[in-house]
């Protein structure tokens, strides 16, 4: 008989405290699944990256009216004819310049704040620059909640962040018609950028960008299709 009364108190907890939690836990165990299928499944190796990704909270980063697709194997709107990238393409980029503690890197194109935040679990700091002003704010609010190492500014980012500079890497994440000079001139040599380029709304390519000395070699990786890289001017 008590065995049985002890039983009933714990249903009746798990009971009670099961909903309170589910949305919390259901993302959780979302995002898990997505890392290992999504991600690891497909290649990315680099230990740093994974467990950024396990544990960024990507629905956070979205509209609300979104966040039940958040881990989903597809980019997202985010407003203002913008996306959040497919997780895949996040965990590329991020383990492509090879991150690591003691790195500063750039971002251009700061969208939701989710890749800015993969970057920050990782790097010493982050600098994000956003054109679209409104998501800029949107995104420097919750990056400014959970990190002290993330800069957001709003500004063209053809023109890199000069007062930062050089980078030991650079992420962009809208494709460019063409690599910004300012970008490679802010590049630390030894350092490596990663940027989609060609035109706008066709298939452009990701490309790898690496500075030695006096040297700067390029190359492609995959093709991609990324929202237009656009100017202030
Ligand atoms: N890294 C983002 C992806 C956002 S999509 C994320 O994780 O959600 C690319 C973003 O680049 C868009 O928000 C777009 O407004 C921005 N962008 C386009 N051209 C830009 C420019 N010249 N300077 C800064 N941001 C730019």
Redesign the pocket.
């Known amino acids: 008989m008590k065995y049985f009364k002890q039983n009933s108190v714990i249903i009746f907890l798990l009971l009670f405290l099961y909903p309170l939690n589910s949305d919390a836990q259901d993302y959780t165990m979302q995002r898990q699944s997505m890392v290992e299928t999504q991600i690891r499944n497909r290649g990315i190796r680099d230990a740093s990256t994974l467990r950024a990704m396990r544990q960024v909270p990507r629905h956070l980063y979205i509209p609300e009216n979104q966040q039940r697709w958040a881990y989903e194997d597809r980019p997202l709107p985010?407003g203002?004819g913008?996306?959040?990238?497919q997780p895949y393409i996040?965990g590329y980029m991020t383990e492509i310049i090879k991150p690591k503690k003691g790195y500063r890197v750039l971002?251009?194109?700061?969208?939701?704040?989710?890749?800015a935040a993969v970057l920050a679990e990782i790097v010493d700091h982050v600098y994000t620059?956003?054109?679209?002003e409104p998501?800029g704010l949107t995104a420097k609010a919750i990056l400014d909640k959970n990190y002290e190492n993330v800069s957001v500014k709003i500004a063209?980012?053809?023109y890199g962040w000069e007062e930062f500079a050089p980078f030991d890497a650079i992420v962009v994440?809208?494709a460019a018609e063409y690599i910004p000079p300012p970008l490679i001139e802010q590049l630390k040599d030894g350092g490596r950028m990663i940027i989609p380029v060609g035109s706008p709304f066709r298939v452009q390519q990701l490309m790898l960008v690496e500075k030695k000395g006096d040297r700067v070699s390029s190359r492609s990786l995959m093709p991609v299709r990324f929202?237009?890289?656009?100017?202030g001017d």
Do not use: R
Not at 82 to 85: C, D, K, L
Not at 107 to 115: A, K, L, R
Not at 129 to 132: C, F, L, N, Q, S
């Open positions: 985010i203002y913008q996306t959040i990238s996040v971002e251009i194109g700061t969208g939701s704040g989710y890749q620059i956003e054109i679209v998501l063209d980012g053809y994440t809208a929202v237009p890289f656009t100017s």
